[in-house]
């Protein structure tokens, strides 16, 4: 059996939302949908007093490159501008930041995607000025 890509996103994000939780973030929302795109989750990290907003990438493998360097100049633009597109609806005192986390995942041999490494990059874009 074969599992097909939005299966495979999701499956990515709601490890990502574990890891979030396990390491006491709250989630606010997860696939907010604004003009620009789509932000996967939105959390908020009370030991930082940070709003999160957070990109899952799931992959197979390391094969062709790691999960987080697929995220281009375009994809980093539309997090940006849909996360602005939040805080206007949802404004905060607290400090942002975007995260990305990396998924990797093998099949449990029916076909079902079982975890086989996460990776949680805090902070992941430290240069947004030319944005």
């Known amino acids: 059996m074969r599992i097909d890509k939005k299966q495979i996103g ?10 979030l939780i396990e390491k006491d973030f709250t989630i606010i929302t997860k696939n907010y949908y604004g003009t620009h795109g789509e932000l996967d989750i ?9 709003i999160v907003f957070v990109e899952v990438k799931t992959r197979k493998s390391k094969e062709f490159g790691l999960a987080s360097e697929s995220i281009g100049k ?3 633009k539309s997090l940006v501008l849909t996360a602005k597109q939040f805080l206007l609806k949802n404004p905060t005192e607290y400090q942002i ?8 995942y093998q099949n449990d041999g029916e076909g079902n995607p ?8 805090e902070n992941a874009f430290f ?3 030319g944005i």
């Open 10 to 19: 999701k499956f990515g994000e709601a490890e990502a939302e574990k890891l």
């Open 127 to 129: 240069d947004l000025s």
């Open 97 to 104: 930041r975007f995260d990305v986390i990396e998924v990797y």
């Open 114 to 121: 079982i975890t086989a490494e996460i990776n949680h990059i």
């Open 74 to 76: 375009s994809k980093l």
């Open 42 to 50: 939105v959390a908020l990290d009370i030991k930082n007093q940070s």
